[in-house]
């Protein structure tokens, strides 16, 4: 099945810088969407993006299906940005189901 | 409008008793999925419904998971018997069209002693 990979596993940042988050998948994909898991353990939608480039606020995605990435930044980060972000897959071959990556923890401190 | 909804939020069950867990996802939606995340490991799917019908259940671990959708309205995940393992957090999905996005129900969080 389709492989996803993301990095960096952890960060820390201190309030206000930004960063990037990455997500390598091995396969074309009709679906990948971006989560914030919050300290609650729920899964949020940040973005549905299996190509382009979107903006929600200080955050944006980038997925490059051609070359099989996608990017998550976050923009003057904050604490309450704070958890796991998980990039999620549906490939080609493989239906509608979504292939998980491990996640990136992101602690954002004051 | 209302988002996913599943129930309980948590359980407690004995190893080889029953749970039953269910999904309400968002009104309309046809395609419902189950994803379960076990030991600290990454989320994984379970099976996927479009309206009552199994679409794909090529993630359901074994015989001991039985999952149903009647009606093709809300579904329901049991287990039965519940082995240590099985502990985790279940999530239901639902999204309107086949590779539609993805929203997540709050997750069952089972634990099985």
């Known amino acids: 099945g389709i492989q996803v990979e993301q990095s960096p596993p952890d960060l820390i940042l201190q309030e206000g810088a930004n960063s990037t988050l990455r997500c390598n998948f091995s396969?074309?994909?009709?679906?990948l969407q971006w989560f914030h898991q919050n300290p609650w353990g729920q899964l949020i939608n940040l973005f549905y993006i299996p190509s382009g480039t979107k903006q929600n606020g200080r955050l944006s995605a980038t997925t490059v299906a051609t070359e099989r990435y996608s990017l998550l930044y976050i923009s003057s980060s904050q604490t309450t940005d704070s958890g796991v972000y998980f990039c999620a897959v549906a490939g080609e071959t493989s239906g509608s189901r979504l292939t998980f990556g491990e996640g990136t923890q992101l602690t954002v401190n004051p | 409008e209302a988002g996913v909804t599943q129930f309980p939020s948590h359980s407690v069950i004995e190893k080889g008793q029953t749970v039953t867990l269910r999904c309400d996802p968002i009104?309309?939606?046809?395609?419902l999925y189950w994803y379960r995340r076990v030991m600290g490991k990454e989320i994984k799917f379970l099976l996927h419904f479009v309206k009552e019908s199994k679409q794909d259940e090529s993630g359901m671990p074994n015989n001991r998971f039985l999952a149903e959708r009647t009606g093709g309205t809300y579904s329901t995940l049991k287990v039965q018997p519940a082995e240590l393992e099985d502990s985790g957090v279940y999530f239901c999905?639902?999204?309107?069209?086949?590779?539609?996005?993805?929203?997540f129900g709050p997750g069952t969080r089972l634990t099985v002693t």
């Open positions: 009104s309309g939606h046809d395609n």
């Open positions: 999905a639902s999204s309107l069209i086949f590779f539609g996005e993805q929203y």
């Open positions: 396969d074309s994909v009709n679906n």
